[in-house]
């Protein structure tokens, strides 16, 4: 995409077509990213086919040669292939996502960091973005709007021991959080789910939905999983007026994480 084209879906009048226009052209790049990286590891391939090293073909690159081992393996997948190990070694840590949320634990002051302490892990957690950004699909229908309108976002990085693990990020409908603390900087204290309550909903239930998936050239690059899928989950809780309030997106490093699964109270049958 070029300068021209940036300029003119900024120029679009409505605020709601500019909105469309950007998603669409995030959606048509994120494409485009991909099927450049297929053609970039089908030259590489070719080159070493033809008999040139691959420290050679880095220095062409003005990369260095385990660069280019990554560049082979981030783009060799086949579109349902099953996805590979980890490209590089690194310290082993292995996080908990408990399925579904305990209650006391999702009332904490962190989900995370009570979880990875709990393990005995050095947690950390950064902010990376708060504002408005367009729906996705999936996140669209979880909180009952139309994919492309605008939605609260508050987006974190998490580490453990200092390895990264996972991006969470919530979503809320602007009639919900739009002017409120949900919309404010920083980490929300003492709770977010407090903070939601304190603006009069009450929750009923929530539904959590596991999804299984390469990664964005985002959720790779931050994340370090190249050549690795990811874990999608998505929880969507509820009020009792049957409003979805709160759409919570994880994206798990899958090869760092263990999903223990929890059961309905009163059962002793998985």
């Known amino acids: 995409m070029d300068a021209r084209t940036l300029h003119e879906i900024a120029a679009i009048p409505d605020p709601l077509d500019r909105a469309r226009a950007a998603s669409s052209a995030m959606a048509t790049l994120q494409g485009q990213s991909v099927e450049l990286s297929r053609i970039r590891r089908a030259a590489i391939v070719e080159s070493q086919a033809a008999g040139m090293r691959q420290d050679e073909i880095a220095r062409h690159l003005g990369v260095t040669p385990g660069r280019v081992s990554q560049m082979k393996k981030v783009s060799g997948e086949a579109e349902h292939q099953a996805p590979t190990g980890p490209v590089e070694p690194r310290p082993r840590v292995l996080v908990e996502r408990a399925l579904p949320t305990p209650p006391a634990v999702r009332g904490s002051k962190s989900l995370y960091l009570s979880e990875a302490e709990r393990q005995g892990l050095t947690p950390e957690r950064k902010m990376l973005f708060i504002g408005r950004e367009p729906a996705s699909d999936h996140v669209a229908a979880g909180l009952h709007i139309e994919p492309g309108d ?121």
């Open 150 to 270: 605008d939605v609260i976002a508050r987006r974190k990085m998490f580490w453990a021991d200092e390895v990264p693990v996972r991006i969470s990020t919530s979503f809320f409908r602007l009639d919900i959080a739009e002017g409120t603390r949900l919309d404010g900087e920083g980490f929300v204290l003492p709770t977010l789910q407090a903070a939601i309550e304190d603006l009069g909903h009450v929750f009923s239930h929530a539904t959590e939905t596991l999804t299984a998936r390469p990664p964005t050239p985002y959720e790779a690059d931050l994340l370090d999983v190249p050549g690795e899928w990811v874990i999608q989950v998505l929880r969507v809780s509820t009020s009792t007026d049957d409003v979805p309030i709160h759409a919570l997106e994880t994206i798990c490093a899958a090869s760092r994480h263990t999903f223990p699964i929890g059961q309905v109270a009163g059962s002793d049958q998985f």
